[in-house]
């Protein structure tokens, strides 16, 4: 059974640090990979999908790294801003056309002014 | 372009009493997901919907859960009876075509059952 697991689950950062949030999955046999963002109170916003047969992925100021052997991906943010600060989660798709898109728990981060 | 529209966005009701919830997709998406999501944790995946038809809900407490999705358009999610273990946010997502494609996400439905 997949487990999703997420590192730490809460950060605090001063405004214009660069910073890392870490995803962990127990079953390699993904199909993609996804970050979300979820501000209070609201939906998950997709920001970025890695397929399984990629390394990374990035959009703007943000970069996801795969590494599927080893169950991991981390979600780098550069020049971090107070409107960054959301809850950031990361779900795998598994690789059976009916597999369910698994959550982590996801790592609250706070960007201090 | 509309996102997914969920109603309502709040809801308290007293425990043994029924709840309704309603999903309309984005415009032209034909997998449409529910989800629960307990405070502190990721979304928990309740049903999977392919057009009018359920492909995954193994995890949808039967007894007391239900769901439909007429013409393969909106779907409404219903409780009935609520329990006190029911309290979550209820999140409405669809993507185009299947589950392994970017999946947007409605607002979600906060229920309080007291």
């Known amino acids: 059974k997949q487990e999703v697991t997420q590192i730490p689950a809460a950060l605090s950062v001063p405004e214009g640090e660069n910073l890392v949030l870490n995803c962990s999955f127990t079953d390699s046999a993904i199909y993609n990979l996804q970050w979300f963002r979820q501000d209070p109170g609201k939906g998950l916003t997709s920001l970025l999908l890695?397929?399984?047969?990629?390394r990374e992925q990035t959009s703007g100021r943000l970069n996801a790294s795969l590494d599927k052997s080893s169950g991991r991906s981390t979600l780098y943010i550069a020049a971090s801003q107070p409107g960054d600060s959301a809850t950031y989660l990361c779900?795998?798709?598994?690789?059976?056309?009916?597999?369910?898109?698994?959550f982590g728990p996801g790592t609250s981060l706070s960007v201090i002014p | 372009e509309a996102g997914v529209v969920q109603s309502p966005r709040y809801k308290i009701i007293e425990k043994k009493q029924p709840v309704a919830f309603w999903c309309n997709p984005i415009?032209?998406?034909?997998?449409l997901y529910w989800y629960r999501q307990n405070l502190g944790q990721g979304p928990e995946l309740l049903i999977r919907?392919?057009?009018?038809?359920?492909?995954?809900d193994s995890q949808l407490p039967k007894d007391r859960f239900s769901a439909e999705r007429l013409k393969g358009v909106d779907s409404t999610l219903k409780i009935q009876p609520a329990e006190l273990g029911d309290s979550a946010v209820y999140l409405c997502?669809?993507?185009?075509?299947?589950?392994?494609?970017?999946?947007?996400f409605g607002p979600g439905t906060r229920l309080l059952v007291l």
């Open positions: 890695i397929q399984s047969s990629q």
């Open positions: 919907y392919e057009n009018e038809e359920a492909v995954d």
């Open positions: 779900a795998v798709t598994g690789e059976t056309s009916y597999d369910k898109v698994i």
């Open positions: 415009s032209g998406h034909n997998t």
């Open positions: 997502a669809s993507s185009l075509f299947s589950g392994r494609e970017t999946q947007y």
